[in-house]
């Protein structure tokens, strides 16, 4: 779902990727033509070594932050409270899961293996959208995620369709159709609770005041703190700048809270008849970098999870190995 991280540079001492494609002015002057008439870059095609580069942690980071983003929502999953909305959520927690490895195959198309990618994660080392290492106390914070966590997702991955490297591109043609039925399944959920109890209104309420920053911060720095961003809109990976995204979603979400009949936790909140959008107050970029460093209220715990996952199924990866071993020795044989 999720690409605040896309533009945290790399973290402190990770080593850059080894050069695969030497410099090449004729070489950069064809990329630059194709990257300018908007024709898709393939994974076979010459690049320059720092646009692969990018590209290997932007959609790493966004791989890492579909995985990770299971796990605050998988909390929920056996205490949902019908039928009908664990099988959304399992559907939900499913798809994020999918997205997760159509992602780690594009990472692979540059020339990492998924095995790096995945050390890098557990080490630490890489980067993943701050969003999910903050908790979810209610079951008001599902349908929260899905309205706006998902919802500024989608706000941010719809520009990537157009992206420059076309197996991202590709990749998030599906993404984005499915995180659009994520976003709908919160909002529902949240209209159903709305007409509940004033308990269940006060629930939803509490989540979104807890959930309204920190999914602001998902569009990243502002425009003129955010390094990557330059080279990233030339290279036709980034279209559209964080600043300009993170309006468009406020823009979007203010009715849909009016709809809701919740608060938005801002003061500053207020419509700009000269401007056409939404004026809102300051972020705090302190609490994100904390985030962002290791420091949030969940981040220990969200790593903690991803290895022991990884550990407890090495049998399974083991028990895969000796079949398909198995097989090959059986079709040499035959
Ligand atoms: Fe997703
Ligand atoms: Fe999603």
Redesign the pocket.
């Known amino acids: 779902?999720?690409t605040q991280a896309m533009d945290i540079a790399a973290a402190k001492g990770e080593k850059p990727g080894k050069p695969t494609r030497l410099e090449n002015p004729e070489y950069q002057a064809q990329f630059d033509d194709k990257v300018d008439r908007g024709d898709f870059i393939e994974a076979k095609d010459w690049m320059p070594e720092a646009y692969r580069r990018t590209l290997v942690r932007q959609i790493s980071q966004h791989a890492h932050s579909?995985i990770v983003?299971m796990l605050p929502e998988g909390n929920w999953i056996t205490r949902a409270p019908s039928l009908k909305r664990k099988s959304i959520l399992l559907a939900k927690v499913q798809?994020?899961g999918g997205?997760g490895l159509y992602l780690y195959a594009a990472a692979e198309t540059l020339g990492v293996s998924r095995d790096e990618l995945v050390e890098a994660l557990h080490s630490g080392k890489a980067k993943y959208s701050s969003i999910f290492n903050y908790p979810t106390l209610t079951w008001a914070d599902i349908g929260v995620i899905g309205w706006l966590v998902d919802g500024a997702?989608i706000m941010n991955q719809i520009p990537l369709c157009r992206c420059s490297y076309g197996p991202y591109a590709r990749a998030m043609l599906r993404?984005c159709k499915?995180?659009s039925f994520?976003q709908r399944q919160g909002y529902d959920l949240l209209l159903t609770m709305m007409q509940g109890t004033p308990a269940q209104r006060d629930m939803v309420q509490d989540a979104v005041n807890r959930w309204w920053w920190p999914s602001l911060m998902m569009f990243g720095p502002h425009d003129a703190q955010s390094q990557n961003s330059a080279d990233s809109m030339r290279w036709g990976i980034k279209r559209i700048s964080n600043d300009e995204l993170r309006q468009k979603f406020v823009d979007a979400t203010v009715p849909q809270a009016q709809v809701l009949g919740v608060g938005l936790p801002d003061p500053h909140l207020k419509w700009n008849e000269q401007r056409g959008h939404w004026d809102f107050g300051a972020i705090d970029w302190d609490e994100f970098w904390n985030v962002v460093a290791g420091h949030g209220p969940c981040n220990r715990e969200r790593l903690q999870a991803r290895v022991s996952a990884w550990e407890e199924g090495a049998w399974v990866r083991e028990a895969a190995l000796a079949h398909a071993d198995k097989r090959a020795a059986r079709a040499r044989a035959a």
């Open positions: 779902m999720y579909e983003g798809d994020e997205h997702a993404i499915e995180e994520h």
